[in-house]
């Protein structure tokens, strides 16, 4: 139902999504390595990834209707796989430290909390070391507002898609517990520019909508001089103890100056 209408629906999010997404900062992850993409529904991340050159990129999906609008689109790509897994337990035939990105676009929102950790850990077992996770989602705060993904299909009935309540510290922490560091994080505001191009994108004008983040699992010859580090986040800001961000900007990122680990003080 909802592959039926998801690449022709105007999204705020999406529009938000595809216009801030940080492509510098992927890109050299992603050239002529292996990528799995979780969730990938109908494929518009793994386009991405093969506008980045991608040697082959594996995308995974629970569902069947979004898999063949994929397969549809990538029909004549050699390297885009599509393959049918809940994501429960190890990915369908990813061998371990055999791909260097594991990308989740929009799709953590639909994973319980006491499954997002080892989720994390299975991403760490398919990654090579100093290899990359890199992840978009709706921003918490839009929960908080009463948000929730939802679409309208052809016969015009509006369905909620069933998503799970976390916070920003809850993603952060399942991730740096399954052993992946922080490099980059980044609390985006619905700015004017986008939200002109995007129906419905008004109304969350100057709203943290998007959080993104970039991790990376650490190489074993790593120095490990994070140790002071601490964060804080809040909807309209990101601080470190070395970085203060301008919020006056659409862009709150901060490039974390040494990457942030379990063990280095973020609980
Ligand atoms: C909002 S769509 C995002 C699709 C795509 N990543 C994008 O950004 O356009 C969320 C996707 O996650 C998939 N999904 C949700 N829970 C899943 C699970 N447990 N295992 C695999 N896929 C799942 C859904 O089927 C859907 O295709």
């Known amino acids: 139902m909802w592959a039926e209408i998801y690449d022709t629906e105007s999204n705020p999010l999406i529009a938000l999504e595809e216009a801030r997404y940080p492509r510098e900062l992927v890109e050299h992850y992603v050239k002529n390595e292996i990528v799995v993409d979780i969730g990938c529904g109908t494929g518009r991340n793994i386009k991405r ?17 979004m898999l063949e609008k994929a397969k549809a689109r990538f ?3 050699p390297r885009v796989d599509l393959r049918l897994d809940n994501l429960q337990g190890e990915f369908k035939d990813v061998k371990e430290e055999s791909v260097n990105a594991v990308t989740a676009c929009l799709m953590l929102e639909h994973i319980k909390l006491n499954a997002l ?10 990654l090579k ?5 890199m ?8 929960w908080e507002l009463g948000g929730q993904a939802q679409f309208t299909d052809k016969k015009g009935t509006h369905i909620i898609v069933r998503s799970y309540r976390k916070s920003v510290a809850d993603y952060l922490t399942a991730a740096l517990e399954a052993g992946l560091r922080l490099m980059a994080i980044t609390e985006q505001i619905m700015d004017l520019e986008v939200a002109k191009t995007s129906m419905r ?11 993104w983040y970039l991790l990376e699992k650490p190489k074993l010859d790593d120095d490990d001089d994070a140790t002071t580090t601490t964060t804080s986040t809040t909807a309209t800001s990101t601080t470190t103890t070395t970085t203060t961000v301008d919020t006056s900007t659409a862009d709150s990122s901060v490039i ?3 990457a942030i680990s379990a063990t280095d003080g973020v609980q």
């Open 129 to 133: 070391p100093g290899g990359c996770v």
């Open 117 to 126: 950790e080892l989720l994390f850990k299975e991403m760490v077992r398919v």
């Open 135 to 142: 992840v978009t989602e709706m921003h918490p705060w839009l």
């Open 256 to 258: 974390c100056p040494a």
């Open 75 to 77: 029909q004549d790509e």
């Open 201 to 211: 994108a008004e109304a969350f004008a100057n709203q943290p909508m998007l959080l």
């Open 49 to 65: 990834m093969i506008s980045f050159n991608a040697k082959q990129v594996i995308g995974l999906d629970i569902s069947p209707g």
